[in-house]
């Protein structure tokens, strides 16, 4: 039980971290300054929930690690982000869409999650439910102003969505680890009733963006497991640098 | 020789937020309890938002006045239930519109964002005003301007 739960919030905090080193490395390259600013706080109110799993995580292993112990000293190989939030920037039209695809699902997930079984999980969620309502709000109409916008902001969203959409199934991927908490009553709700929610979402924003919603064909995955795709090493790479080459160093 | 429990809480209500001046913890509604036992006070706060950098500064801030007071410091962060805007005192209001920044209105309920009402100037009063960006310098407001005096300005967003 302690052993899935640990993987369970080493998944999720994975995810936060992860997506927030993505939007950091695009701070200063967004298409207004207004833009750099709420890239940086949507990445500030990922890493804050990253960092509150982290914490978690050394609790239950209880081996006396703290939450840079897992940001910043473990391999590639040992994190557990789904690949959607590892896939690169590329131009703006791919951070956002991919944005917006995380959130239509991070919203009801956290939503959910208030009424979980594990109290450190459900008082986390009361706070993350209020901020991705927020950022949901921001990608979503980002990703109608580029659909329903000029030819060319269109054409690079559709590209995007079109790229991206083969790593939207694995967010609702489960395998034994949610398997016993959903059981267990910690994960709620089970994934299907997830996915219903986050398609319902997506359908409604693309609709109005004047996109079209990809065919689900074969769905990449591997991240959850920690098989990840060629760019995430260098992302790790930057993230750990200044740890891995001052190791324990403070300020 | 410590300070009285009722005045040690004054002191920790009336420490400045380091992002928002002139704003006490107090009047944003982040200080739970204020609690002594014996040698020991223990200060129960909650964070505003998840990631908000102002938080350990506030902690610091927190305990340093504890032991300026004669106390040892026990310095937590509760999580639940969630911070809300909501708790922002009439005088916090007050005093960030001062500081230019438009108060927050009620809290939404959770998970939905009800529809955008006009939001008054700090600076003129006018609600001639629209939305620059959803988030402004810090995560808990956003930029919007002013059509009528044409200042920009910063709003609390509700949370």
Same mark, same amino acid.
């Given at each position: 039980?302690?052993?899935?739960?640990?993987?369970?919030?080493?998944?999720?905090?994975?995810?936060?971290?992860?997506?927030?080193?993505?939007?950091?490395?695009?701070?200063?390259?967004?298409?207004?300054?207004?833009?750099?600013?709420?890239?940086?706080?949507?990445?500030?109110?990922?890493?804050?929930?990253?960092?509150?799993?982290?914490?978690?995580?050394?609790?239950?292993?209880?081996?006396?690690?703290?939450?840079?112990?897992?940001?910043?000293?473990?391999?590639?190989?040992?994190?557990?982000?789904?690949?959607?939030?590892?896939?690169?920037?590329?131009?703006?039209?791919?951070?956002?869409?991919?944005?917006?695809?995380?959130?239509?699902?991070?919203?009801?997930?956290?939503?959910?999650?208030?009424?979980?079984?594990?109290?450190?999980?459900?008082?986390?969620?009361?706070?993350?439910?209020?901020?991705?309502?927020?950022?949901?709000?921001?990608?979503?109409?980002?990703?109608?102003?580029?659909?329903?916008?000029?030819?060319?902001?269109?054409?690079?969203?559709?590209?995007?969505?079109?790229?991206?959409?083969?790593?939207?199934?694995?967010?609702?991927?489960?395998?034994?680890?949610?398997?016993?908490?959903?059981?267990?009553?910690?994960?709620?709700?089970?994934?299907?009733?997830?996915?219903?929610?986050?398609?319902?979402?997506?359908?409604?924003?693309?609709?109005?963006?004047?996109?079209?919603?990809?065919?689900?064909?074969?769905?990449?995955?591997?991240?959850?497991?920690?098989?990840?795709?060629?760019?995430?090493?260098?992302?790790?790479?930057?993230?750990?640098?200044?740890?891995?080459?001052?190791?324990?160093?403070?300020? | 020789?410590?300070?009285?429990?009722?005045?040690?809480?004054?002191?920790?209500?009336?420490?400045?937020?380091?992002?928002?001046?002139?704003?006490?913890?107090?009047?944003?509604?982040?200080?739970?309890?204020? $609690?002594?036992?014996?040698?020991?006070?223990?200060?129960?706060?909650?964070?505003?938002?998840?990631?908000?950098?102002? $938080?350990?500064?506030?902690?610091?801030?927190?305990?340093?006045?504890?032991?300026?007071?004669?106390?040892?410091?026990?310095?937590?962060?509760?999580?639940?239930?969630?911070?809300?805007?909501?708790?922002?005192?009439?005088?916090?209001?007050?005093?960030?519109?001062?500081?230019?920044?438009?108060?927050?209105?009620?809290?939404?309920?959770?998970?939905?964002?009800?529809?955008?009402?006009?939001?008054?100037?700090?600076?003129?009063?006018?609600?001639?005003?629209?939305?620059?960006?959803?988030?402004?310098?810090?995560?808990?407001?956003?930029?919007?301007?002013?059509?009528?005096?044409?200042?920009?300005?910063?709003?609390?967003?509700?949370?």
């Amino acid at each position: 039980m302690s052993d899935h739960l640990l993987t369970y919030v080493l998944r999720q905090g994975d995810r936060a971290l992860v997506l927030a080193q993505r939007l950091l490395e695009a701070i200063t390259h967004a298409p207004e300054i207004e833009e750099d600013m709420a890239l940086s706080n949507l990445a500030l109110d990922l890493i804050g929930q990253a960092r509150a799993l982290y914490s978690y995580a050394g609790e239950i292993e209880g081996a006396g690690h703290d939450e840079d112990h897992f940001a910043y000293t473990r391999d590639p190989h040992e994190f557990l982000n789904p690949l959607l939030v590892e896939r690169p920037n590329g131009d703006f039209a791919h951070l956002i869409v991919r944005q917006f695809l995380h959130d239509a699902w991070a919203l009801p997930y956290w939503s959910s999650m208030q009424h979980s079984t594990d109290a450190t999980l459900a008082a986390l969620a009361g706070k993350a439910v209020k901020e991705t309502t927020y950022h949901l709000r921001h990608s979503r109409s980002w990703v109608v102003r580029l659909g329903d916008g000029t030819d060319e902001s269109h054409e690079r969203a559709q590209a995007a969505l079109d790229a991206l959409w083969p790593y939207t199934g694995e967010l609702f991927d489960a395998d034994g680890v949610e398997d016993a908490l959903v059981a267990d009553g910690v994960i709620h709700p089970p994934a299907d009733t997830l996915h219903e929610a986050w398609r319902g979402t997506v359908a409604n924003a693309l609709e109005e963006a004047t996109l079209t919603m990809p065919d689900d064909g074969v769905m990449q995955r591997g991240g959850r497991v920690g098989r990840h795709t060629e760019a995430f090493s260098y992302l790790i790479g930057e993230l750990q640098v200044v740890a891995r080459a001052h190791p324990g160093a403070t300020w | 020789m410590a300070v009285a429990g009722a005045e040690l809480e004054e002191l920790v209500r009336d420490i400045e937020d380091p992002e928002l001046p002139h704003v006490t913890i107090g009047d944003l509604g982040i200080v739970r309890s204020v $609690t002594v036992d014996g040698p020991t006070a223990t200060v129960l706060l909650t964070p505003t938002y998840t990631g908000c950098p102002a $938080t350990e500064q506030i902690s610091d801030d927190v305990t340093a006045i504890v032991r300026a007071a004669g106390y040892e410091p026990d310095v937590r962060m509760v999580m639940s239930p969630a911070w809300s805007t909501d708790w922002i005192t009439e005088r916090g209001h007050e005093r960030l519109r001062a500081a230019g920044i438009a108060p927050p209105p009620p809290a939404p309920e959770p998970g939905t964002v009800p529809v955008d009402l006009p939001v008054a100037c700090p600076r003129c009063g006018s609600r001639r005003t629209r939305l620059i960006s959803q988030f402004g310098a810090t995560a808990c407001k956003a930029s919007y301007v002013c059509s009528a005096c044409t200042e920009p300005f910063e709003f609390f967003k509700a949370l």
